[in-house]
């Protein structure tokens, strides 16, 4: 057993450089900024990611068994506070009066007779601020109320008792009506799909059971202003396989690869289901109806290695998502398809959340470099109307992950606002956030913000405006 935390230089890329954990909590409003950050902007951008304390085997950690931290930056007259702080889970509580790892994690074979339970809440993939209640998830279980800006942990809800499934890293908050949109997958069927509406107050008013062929893994989802949207696609489980050591997850071609269009308050056999193209999809950018269609853009690739799906851990050309758009007849039942930019690769596409299930006009992605081990080197805004982009670089030997959009207050323009996201500088180790202007993207960043410590490589980010940081319950 090891506290990774004490460890230097670990034999796993995933807990070296800058995939490795940060040790110390920090809290600090005396940075350096290099420009000048705008007196509008005012609320909370928030990146959560692994940072793992315990591990039992070095050699078998994965990145996504580490445990939740986040990283914020609050916004607030013109000045910026930046703190981290773990997500003090049930299961981090644990480990911790224990001092060890008490689960194996994705590369080894589940212990079905753990005392604490087949796997650990951590708390580590997304964050939604919904009901003004900031939610930590993580897709295998219930999600984690956390308060901003202080980041303190409140512990974990099911909606009253509830929630009867695990709980998607990717809910969709519709700004129009105030209800969220969230599904979870399972391993047992013939269910294997469960979707679930929460109203504007915060209550879990219904659940439908979704049939599937198998089991897969569907990371997201998306909704239109009467629909919503599921993901059928080829990345499937195997329980026998992973109980002989193998992988938890394959690349099942032969699964196929369908669209689900659900009505957002139907039954769960009321979902019409459009064949396309076999590829993977691990983020949406948004969807939304067009007369008689409903149409869908996301980040495609023709295959995975998730959790070395496809058999082996090596990328190539077919693994590089790219951004894409389907559309689905509900009258016909056809479904046509067509590439958005058959040339850059980006992932974590970001809209202004204003937008979620209505047409939204640009999207904001993590832009991947030409060499798919270099990690995101720069901002893609895409012009979704236009089908057109700007790039923003972030420099040599500097990258990023997901950028968020923050609308300025009262805002009527979809893009007037900021995108906002964390850099890491491998030349020095160090790193920054960096805020741009939005409907001036070509222009580089209005503000540098030079933070305490460096930002771990993590997964999804979040903005919370100051109002529903006051507002919180």
């Not at 998830?137 to 901003?148: I, M, S, Y």
């Not at 609308?407 to 009527?412: E, L, N, Q």
Request: hydrophobic share 35%.
């Amino acid at each position: 057993m090891v506290r990774v935390l004490d460890v230097e230089n670990p034999n796993n890329e995933y807990l070296s450089g800058n995939f490795g954990p940060v040790a110390k909590e920090v809290s600090s409003s005396q940075m350096e900024v290099v420009g000048k950050i705008p007196a509008e902007l005012s609320g909370a951008f928030l990146r959560i990611g692994p940072n793992p304390v315990y591990v039992e085997d070095i050699e078998k950690y994965h990145w996504f068994d580490g445990d939740g931290m986040i990283h914020e930056v609050h916004f607030e007259n013109g000045n910026a506070t930046y703190r981290n702080k773990f997500v003090e889970t049930k299961g981090l509580a644990l480990e911790a009066e224990h001092g060890e790892a008490l689960w194996k994690g994705l590369n080894s074979p589940p212990d079905l007779m753990n005392e604490h339970g087949l796997f650990k809440n951590a708390a580590n993939t997304a964050v939604a601020f919904h009901a003004n209640k900031l939610l930590a998830l993580w897709e295998g279980g219930n999600p984690t109320e956390v308060r901003v800006p202080d980041l303190s942990t409140i512990g974990e809800t099911d909606f009253d008792g509830k929630l009867m499934h695990p709980f998607t890293a990717h809910p969709k908050v519709d700004a129009h009506t105030g209800e969220m949109i969230t599904f979870g997958y399972n391993m047992m069927g013939p269910d294997f799909c469960h979707v679930s509406v929460v109203n504007k107050e915060g209550e879990l008013v219904k659940t439908v059971g979704i049939k599937l062929p198998k089991p897969v893994m569907m990371h997201d989802c998306a909704i239109t202003e009467n629909y919503t949207v599921l993901l059928d696609m080829p990345v499937t489980f195997d329980l026998a396989d992973v109980m002989n050591g193998g992988q938890p997850l394959n690349w099942d071609p032969d699964n196929g690869t369908r669209i689900g269009i659900l009505p957002r308050h139907g039954e769960g056999d009321e979902v019409k289901w459009f064949d396309v193209e076999t590829g993977f999809v691990f983020h949406t950018v948004n969807a939304y109806e067009d007369g008689d269609e409903v149409v869908l853009d996301a980040c495609r690739s023709d295959k995975t290695n998730v959790v070395g799906a496809d058999g082996n851990t090596e990328s190539d050309p077919g693994d590089m998502p790219r951004m894409h758009q389907w559309r689905m007849n509900m009258k016909t039942g056809e479904a046509t398809e067509r590439s958005l930019d058959p040339v850059c690769g980006s992932e974590f596409p970001r809209i202004n959340d204003n937008y979620i299930g209505r047409r939204a006009r640009y999207s904001y992605n993590a832009r991947i470099g030409e060499v798919p081990s270099g990690g995101f080197n720069g901002i893609v805004k895409y012009d979704l109307e236009n089908e057109t982009a700007e790039h923003f670089l972030y420099g040599d030997n500097k990258f990023g992950g997901e950028p968020i959009f923050a609308p300025r207050a009262g805002a009527t323009e979809e893009d007037d606002g900021w995108v906002i996201g964390f850099v890491y500088d491998a030349n020095n180790d160090s790193g920054e956030c960096v805020v741009l202007d939005a409907a001036n993207f070509s222009d580089g960043p209005v503000a540098r913000i030079k933070l305490p410590q460096r930002v771990p490589y993590g997964f999804h980010a979040g903005w919370v405006p100051q109002a529903g940081i006051d507002a919180q319950s």
